[in-house]
């Protein structure tokens, strides 16, 4: 802070916050990402998009020291799931910011065909035996298919569910399309668009490994086959 001829000058703390862009996978930064900024206490909106090297950076003219600031990120290119983040900050040290140390804002790759559960390290789904209710541990993961699909508004997704082969046929595909109808309802009665989302029971149809019926198998092997997928259907 400065005196000069009975004014008080203050020093420009050179506030901005930067952020930097990568592929998941790869580590590698990604160029022509856009980035849409909504300063919610000012509700200033901007857009750009990252440089070659994957960076952004948005000098903070209107802060101060120890000022707060509460912004907005929806972070998008075609190919990679959309995130949206909210980053709170205090301004408490003079210079840049840097938000990705901070947030996860790195990219995942996807493409029509995959299983979103495995591009964003999905939990398995599990039910108490021979029930289809949705327990505590699985809301939070299919939480993460809720934020996914928020974030991805044109994004539509088959929920399919899978038993293993120990149990008839049709009880397990009665099983399976109770269980695919159920988590569906889940993600249908939070997301935008509830059309957006199909599920199908697939029973004991789609076996992955060598336990299929009458062959013995230990326990981790059938697990393998109770699975629920999240195949992306478009973008």
Known sequence: MFYVAGLILEKDPGLS???????????????SVKIKLVDNMTDYKDSTMTSLTGDYLRPLNDKKLNDRGS?????EK????????????????????????FMDIDLEAAIVGQDLSK???????????????IR?????????????????????????????????????????QKRAKSSADYIKARITNPTRITFVGYGESKITNECTDGV??????????RRTEFIIISM
């Open 216 to 225: 013995t198998c230990p326990d981790a092997k059938h697990q393998e086959n």
């Open 119 to 133: 591009i964003i390290e999905l939990k398995p789904i599990y039910f108490d035996s021979g029930k289809w209710n």
């Open 17 to 31: 916050l930067y952020l930097l862009v990568i592929d998941k996978t790869t580590g590698e930064p990604i160029d």
């Open 78 to 101: 075609k190919g990679y799931l959309t995130k949206t983040i909210t980053y709170n900050v205090l301004f408490d040290k003079e210079g840049k910011y840097n938000v990705h140390e």
């Open 136 to 176: 505590p541990d699985a809301a939070t993961e299919l939480d993460k298919i809720v934020k996914v699909m928020n974030d991805n508004p044109s994004m539509i997704i088959e929920l399919g569910s899978h038993t293993d082969a120990r149990g008839s046929s049709t009880s397990n595909q009665t099983l399976s």
């Open 71 to 75: 912004y907005n990120f929806t972070i």
